[in-house]
C-alpha cells in the first residue's frame, strides 16, 4: 500500500518498539492514496509526548507544539511531527479547543480531524484505518467534514478556508452539507488570523483550480476581501506572489490589504513589484502561441509551458516584454536545447 519514507518508518519502528501504537496520519496518507508526493509526514501515537521523547532515545527532537503534545523528529529527510493521539473538547473562541485530552484510541483522534480525506491513518504494514469514509470520498473527489459541518465550521472557522484551499488544489467538489454550512458561516472567516488566512490563500492560489474555486466561492471569500478581488489567476504562473498580484490588480490600495494580511515586507515588494510591472499576464506579452508555432513548435501543452517560462523571465526582469527579444530568446541554441 503506501510507500513510507525510511526516516519516517524509523519513527514508526522506535515508538512501535516502546510498546507504543504509531501511525501515519492526515495529508500524507491522502497524498499518498492520490499518487501525490506528501509535503510533509504526520505521525499520530499512543505514546504521551514524554513517552515519545524516551521512545525516540538519541533521535534529535523539537519541541514545537508540546502544550498540544506534539513532538517533532528531526533525524531524517524532513521534520516528522509526532502527535499524541487526542480528542478535543468544547471551541468558544472559534480558533482553539478549550481543552485538549489525550487518548489512547486512534479512532478519537481520527474523528477531531477536519475532513474525511485527511481522516486517514496509514501504516506500511498494518494497512489503512478509515472508519469515516475517506478512501471512498476520495473516490467521489468529494469534500466533506468529519461530523456536522456547522459545528465543525463553527468550532474552528480556518477549516472554511482549508475547505476551499483543498477544492482548488485538489479540483473535488464541496460536499452538500459541507457547502451549505460553508456559506452559513462564512462571517466566522474574519475570526481567522492574518497569518493563518496568508498560510492557506498561498496554497489556495497555487492551486491548479484556483480560479474556478474563486469565482464559485466569491460569496465566501468575500468576507475576507470586501474590495472585490479579481478571479481572474488561471493565465498567471501559479506562483504565490504573481498570483496575488493578478488577485490585487484592480484594487485601489493593494498595499493596505498586503499590511492587513501581514505579509512579510519582502513579500510585500515583490507583490507590488508584480503590479507595477507589466506584463502580469500571458495576455500582455508580446509574443502568442502562434509565434512559436510559425518557428516550428508543434501544437500541445508544452507551447503554453514555453509562455509561461518567458512571461516569468520578464517578470523576474530577465527578458525585456519586447518581441525582438522575446524571439531571440526563443532562437537561441540555448533555448533549443533547454526545449
Ligand atoms: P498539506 O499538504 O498542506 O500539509 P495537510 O492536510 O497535511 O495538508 P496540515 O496543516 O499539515 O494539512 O495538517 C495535517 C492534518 O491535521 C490534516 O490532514 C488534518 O487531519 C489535521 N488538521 C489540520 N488542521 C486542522 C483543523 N483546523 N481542524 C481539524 N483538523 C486539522
Ligand atoms: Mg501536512
Redesign the pocket.
Known sequence: MMRVPDYVQKVLGKLEAAGHEAWC???????SLLGRT???W?VCTSALPEETKAALGEMPTAEIGAGYGTITALAGEGPV?ITTFRKEGAYSDHRRPDRVAFSQNLEDD?L????T???MAGHPRRGLRDPLGGQEDLHRKCLRC?GDPLR?FD??A??IL?CL??AA?LGFEVEESTESALYRLADLLKTVSAERVLGEMD?LLAGAYAEEILKRYADVLGRLFPERICADVASVPPEPDARWAALLKNVPAPEEVLARLRFPKRRQKTVLAHLAGDPLTLSQLQIKGRDLLELGYAPGPRVGEVLHILLRDVQNGVLPNERSALLGALCSPQAKADG
Open positions: 496520519v492526515g495529508g500524507c496518507v491522502r497524498d506528501p509535503a510533509d504526520d511531527e481520527l477531531r480531524r477536519d475532513f480525506i485527511n481522516a468529519v465543525r468550532e474552528d480556518l477549516r482549508r484551499r483543498f488544489v496554497k
